[in-house]
């Protein structure tokens, strides 16, 4: 089975924010441009896979460009939410569950972050300059959304803003990139990867970018997609140690890190079930990104996804 090995790991992460000039066709965040006919998410009161238990949001390439789709979690009834010439991904769940989705998109010539809504309303755009603006995270209390950026100094760093756009406040300060941010539940907490150090680590930090604390210390390459356990005790992450990517989990303290995936593909991207007890992510070991769950000790792992096309997880709905 042929395997996705990034020759440089670092360089292929990167890319999920850089001016949008082509696409890396084994990595989540693939670039173009915009304009089709939109398919809007229906009011989820009237939508039968949004009231079927807590659905997932992920992103795949099934006919040339990416867009946010909706599936239940045994992986049944996809359906897509954006449908567009321009590059759709990175969907975030608002944390009620109902209406709102955060995500990214180039359909105004670069990167910028948008809000979906129910059919009604459609979308409102959030960001608006010629930088490349992608990543969002809801805060737990739905008033704020964490994001990255590289529009002041090239590099990316991690932002803030209110949930209709405004006040965008710059959170880190460094000449390596720090990105992939996730809230901790009580939103107390951000944890990150950042290069400050001359190699991508794991950071936690207030939410108001004080307080930074490292959390790994490794020769390897530490992956995107940095995310918290319901419970708050635990993140979980992808990390390039032995030539491929695999999936890992640490407490939030830094301490007891274990790895819970070893096969020879590429396993990324991981997000938590709402109740802490089972662990999507994405991975190459069939032939293509397709996404699968597990047990969080990693046991019992069920592929959910059979696509020609890749699909990569984005986001499980909180309620």
Known sequence: MPLQQPVDPRRSERSCLTKARGIAAALLLLFATSCATEQPVGP????????????????????????????????????????????????DWHPDGHGLIAFM???????????????????????????????????????QILFT???????????VMRADGTEQTRLTFNFGDDSDGGWSPDGSQIA????????????????????????????????????WSPDGSRIAYHAYRERNADIYVI?????NETRLT???ATDRYPIWSPDGLRIGFTSDRDGDDEIYVM?????????????????????????
């Open 44 to 91: 989820p009161s009237e939508d039968p896979i949004a009231e079927s238990g807590r659905p997932i949001l992920f992103t795949s390439v099934r006919f040339g460009s990416y867009d946010v789709l909706m599936m239940r979690a045994d992986g049944s009834a996809a359906r897509y939410l954006t449908q567009h010439e321009a590059h759709d991904l990175n969907a």
């Open 105 to 143: 998109s180039n359909r105004d010539g670069d990167f910028e972050v948008f809000v979906m809504f129910d059919a009604r309303r459609g979308l409102e755009q959030l960001t608006h300059n010629t930088a490349a603006d992608g990543l969002p995270r809801w805060s737990p209390d739905g008033s």
């Open 149 to 159: 950026s590289d529009r002041d100094d090239g590099d990316r760093e991690l932002y």
């Open 192 to 227: 990150f990867a950042s290069e400050r150090d001359g190699r991508r680590e794991l950071y936690v930090m207030r939410a108001d970018g004080t307080d930074v604390v490292q959390l790994t210390t490794n020769e390897a390459y530490e992956g995107r997609r940095v995310v």
């Open 251 to 255: 407490n939030a303290d830094g301490t």
């Open 262 to 264: 070893s096969d020879a």
């Open 295 to 319: 047990n969080a000790d990693g046991s019992g792992i069920v592929r959910l996804t059979d696509s020609v096309g890749l699909d990569i997880l984005d986001s499980w709905r909180p309620h």
